[in-house]
DNA sequence: CTGAAAGCGCTTACAG
DNA sequence: CTGAAAGCGCTTACAG
């Protein structure tokens, strides 16, 4: 392996001067500069990353730590892509990313306490309280990506970039009202995760600004069978209704098969509207209408603040605001 | 940051003896061993990995060079968090794992030459002849995976593990056959990627077997919608035909739409295999019947042997075996 | 069983 | 504009 000291012997001069010249100093004399950078192109040199990281005391890189259920299947598909999205945004900004499960108890820690990365992007709503602790105390450089623990949702120290629920619900909510329909079901995950707190608290906005009095909130399993599940049990409730907002686009498409297998038009008989815009709804019939959270802002927008972070400790604090996408299905 | 000088210094022995110790070396005496892993825990120690790494001269961590297409629909819904599927077979290995675009053309060459990683899984049909032969002249650990540039094709001393994309050919037109059918269709993307030319060689082969003469090879582009628009144009050839294998699940997709708005049932009428084996097949009606790529065994036989490879300079030439699904449509 | 010393390949404050 | 020297935080051959 060709080091600065290899070509500091061919140019006669010291390795400080291959370092300053390599590493585009000022004062050091054209001449100089442009004989050294020749011979390190010809050899095909390039600076030792550990060396340089030992001593500059920084790895340019930034860690991500993801859910454990990251390859579940709801997972798999709401994220499609998500890594290759941090990736790519983190390699514009001439950084690296370092993408890991949190295995064991005290990962994190030890990720900072190696300083194998510069800061950290947190994804996962189950990471630990002493994890958060030691990560604040250390005044280690951190955003929450997407998730935020429960246990801190309530903290107003808290760094976060993060898809708005609420608004999300409610955008769902009042495009069915404003459609005519008054009597609307909302498949919910309540009790799986406070994201889904958040959308249903935007449905009920949605419901009171409209005068609706009557909720319909069923809180399953937030999977396409259970949906499918839900539907067909309540079968008689359905008929008085008049639209769905499933909180997934995985249980739109559930409550869709169910509906269909009863003889029910959509969005004809009933309205069907989703969260998320998996791409999977752009190839069903009917065409899935929902709510998208966009995950390549969610990606940029949390990659860049995590780099300004790390350089400035500013407190980051962003929502992003979440789309309607009218397509077929209400 | 805490450093072994800082423990020594508390255990009053030298640096070595503490590197020793939390190291498990042999001839440390219990006590010493004991009480300096005492104090590391205490203090919240970890090695600092750039200095280890540069004395080591090794990383622990693994590239993975995946390709611009990655993030596009295709790439997107197929390789539904294989990234994912890495990370956690690194990290079960005790490695690392460095995912990147080939942002520029001598990218390849740069992490190598800077020593970033160990070994390296390269995933992008793309990668240029130059890098290639870079790392052949230098003799560095990879293995191609899932994708071989089509001039190494033929080489025999290539490193890879992949998908036997002609026996999935093979599979799939095989059990059409089985089924009675005589007039298959493939619908193909021969000027895209070499593995489409090898997934039609499985399609004749099958058809030769089973002494069957005509072949109706669609060579189009590899999308829901080219499909779709491929079978209406061809309505009069469709008369004729009895199956159709798409040779990826969203052809299958658009091809099951065109049929269904030409009022044909499927499989009644026409029976249509796919390839893939994406998630959105197991929620669409009729489920897809397709001939699965297992993506975890990819990511795990990749994995192990980039690290088997990286110890030993062995020869690494695997291929995952296709799987039949069978479900509705076919 | 333990320590002193050299070295991994850089960067940079200091001196000239 | 350039060099010698120290240091980043480890590991390990050598000596005892």
Redesign the interface.
């Given at each position: 392996?060709?080091t600065i000291k290899d070509i500091a012997k061919i140019a006669g001069v010291s390795p400080s001067t291959v370092s300053r010249s390599l590493n585009d100093y000022p004062n050091i004399s054209k001449k100089t500069k442009e004989k050294i950078k020749k011979i390190a192109e010809d050899l095909?040199?390039?600076?030792?990353?550990?060396?340089r990281?030992?001593n500059r005391k920084k790895?340019n890189t930034i860690g991500v730590i993801?859910p454990q259920f990251?390859?579940d299947?709801r997972?798999?598909?709401f994220?499609?892509?998500l890594?290759?999205?941090l990736?790519?945004e983190a390699?514009?900004e001439g950084y690296?990313?370092?993408?890991?499960?949190e295995?064991e108890k005290k990962y994190i820690?030890?990720m900072i306490?190696?300083?194998?990365v510069d800061g950290l992007l947190l994804m996962n709503p189950f990471i630990s309280k002493e994890d958060v602790e030691f990560i604040l105390e250390k005044n280690f450089p951190y955003i929450f990506l997407h998730y935020i623990p429960e246990n801190f949702m309530n903290t107003s120290k808290i760094n976060y970039v993060r898809t708005n629920q609420k608004k999300g619900g409610y955008l769902a909510t009042k495009y069915l009202i404003e459609k005519g329909h008054r009597k609307i079901l909302t498949l919910s995950g309540l009790s799986i995760n406070y994201e889904f707190k958040e959308r249903t608290e935007g449905y009920r906005k949605a419901l009171k600004e409209a005068g609706i009095g009557e909720e319909y909130i069923l809180d399953i399993d937030v999977t396409?069978e259970s949906a499918k599940k839900a539907i067909k049990k309540n079968y008689k409730l359905l008929k008085e209704l008049d639209a769905i907002f499933a909180q997934t686009d995985?249980m739109a498409?559930?409550a869709i098969?169910a509906l269909e297998e009863m003889s029910l038009n959509i969005p004809e008989d009933v309205s069907v509207i989703g969260f998320d815009n998996i791409?999977?709804g752009?190839?069903?019939?009917p065409r899935l209408t929902t709510i998208e959270q966009p995950l390549d802002k969610l990606a940029k927008i949390g990659i860049k603040n995590i780099i300004k972070l790390m350089k400035d400790d500013v407190k980051v604090r962003k929502f992003i605001e979440p789309k309607l996408v009218i397509r077929q299905s209400a």
């Amino acid at each position: 392996m060709v080091t600065i000291k290899d070509i500091a012997k061919i140019a006669g001069v010291s390795p400080s001067t291959v370092s300053r010249s390599l590493n585009d100093y000022p004062n050091i004399s054209k001449k100089t500069k442009e004989k050294i950078k020749k011979i390190a192109e010809d050899l095909g040199f390039e600076f030792n990353e550990a060396a340089r990281n030992l001593n500059r005391k920084k790895t340019n890189t930034i860690g991500v730590i993801i859910p454990q259920f990251f390859d579940d299947m709801r997972g798999e598909i709401f994220f499609a892509n998500l890594l290759g999205k941090l990736i790519r945004e983190a390699q514009m900004e001439g950084y690296h990313v370092r993408i890991e499960y949190e295995i064991e108890k005290k990962y994190i820690r030890k990720m900072i306490q190696s300083r194998s990365v510069d800061g950290l992007l947190l994804m996962n709503p189950f990471i630990s309280k002493e994890d958060v602790e030691f990560i604040l105390e250390k005044n280690f450089p951190y955003i929450f990506l997407h998730y935020i623990p429960e246990n801190f949702m309530n903290t107003s120290k808290i760094n976060y970039v993060r898809t708005n629920q609420k608004k999300g619900g409610y955008l769902a909510t009042k495009y069915l009202i404003e459609k005519g329909h008054r009597k609307i079901l909302t498949l919910s995950g309540l009790s799986i995760n406070y994201e889904f707190k958040e959308r249903t608290e935007g449905y009920r906005k949605a419901l009171k600004e409209a005068g609706i009095g009557e909720e319909y909130i069923l809180d399953i399993d937030v999977t396409f069978e259970s949906a499918k599940k839900a539907i067909k049990k309540n079968y008689k409730l359905l008929k008085e209704l008049d639209a769905i907002f499933a909180q997934t686009d995985l249980m739109a498409l559930g409550a869709i098969e169910a509906l269909e297998e009863m003889s029910l038009n959509i969005p004809e008989d009933v309205s069907v509207i989703g969260f998320d815009n998996i791409q999977i709804g752009t190839y069903f019939k009917p065409r899935l209408t929902t709510i998208e959270q966009p995950l390549d802002k969610l990606a940029k927008i949390g990659i860049k603040n995590i780099i300004k972070l790390m350089k400035d400790d500013v407190k980051v604090r962003k929502f992003i605001e979440p789309k309607l996408v009218i397509r077929q299905s209400a």
